[in-house]
């Protein structure tokens, strides 16, 4: 079988980046995958919908009913920082209230 380019199949001025924009990634997971997830998340999971809100509140802050949500990097940065046996909730709590207190000269 003949391999298609993609620049055969549309016309782009920017080959590349046309066929980064077009990777799309498949995972597939059964109900047992999802309650193994759970743990995890804080929360039981049984559809795909529960678990994008799931995984979406892992990188959410709500303050006073306005809602941060932190990027995927930065999560990762801040539990790098968390060492020891320090959990991440408590410790992340404790930074974002300390960090706020210095902003604003407190």
Not at 30 to 48: A, I, N, Y
Request: with cysteine; aromatic share 6%; glycine share 4%.
């Amino acid at each position: 079988m003949p391999k298609l380019k993609l620049k055969d199949l549309v016309e782009v001025e920017d080959v590349e980046q046309a066929a980064a924009q077009a990777v799309a990634v498949v995972v597939s997971l059964t109900h047992d995958d999802l309650l193994e997830l759970s743990p995890f998340l804080g929360r039981t999971v049984q559809t795909k919908d529960e678990l994008f809100l799931a995984c979406q509140s892992l990188s959410t802050v709500t303050v006073d009913g306005q809602e941060v949500t932190l990027e995927p990097k930065l999560l990762s940065r801040l539990k790098s920082r968390c060492i020891g046996k320090q959990e991440f909730g408590p410790w992340l709590k404790k930074v974002v209230i300390e960090q706020l207190h210095s902003y604003v000269g407190w």
